[in-house]
């Protein structure tokens, strides 16, 4: 009897930890990766009118969305 009882909390033990590895080896990653991805879709739309007309806007406005985009970019690449 006190061996079946092992048994059950046994499994259900490394039940929950290969559960807690699936779930921060592989899907935590993923969420991350597409909430990355929206930025930069957000980015994109918020920032199209800079990206669409180069040198209409200011030296200063040029730049600051360049360094938003790469590092957008960085994130992204470090997620994949």
């Given amino acids: ?3 079946t009882v092992f ?4 499994s259900g033990v490394i039940t929950y930890i290969v559960g807690q ?3 921060k080896l592989m899907l ?6 597409k909430k990355t ?4 879709s957000h980015s ?3 920032h ?3 990206i669409g007309n180069p040198g209409v806007h200011t ?19 470090a997620h994949l």
């Fill in 37 to 40: 991805i929206g930025q930069i």
């Fill in 21 to 23: 590895l699936v779930l």
């Fill in 59 to 77: 030296q200063e406005v040029m730049h600051e969305t360049s360094r938003h985009l790469r590092k957008l970019s960085s994130q992204l690449q």
């Fill in 28 to 33: 935590d990653p993923v969420h991350e990766m």
């Fill in 48 to 50: 199209a009118n800079v």
């Fill in 1 to 3: 009897m006190n061996l």
């Fill in 44 to 46: 994109l739309i918020e």
């Fill in 7 to 10: 048994f059950t909390v046994l």
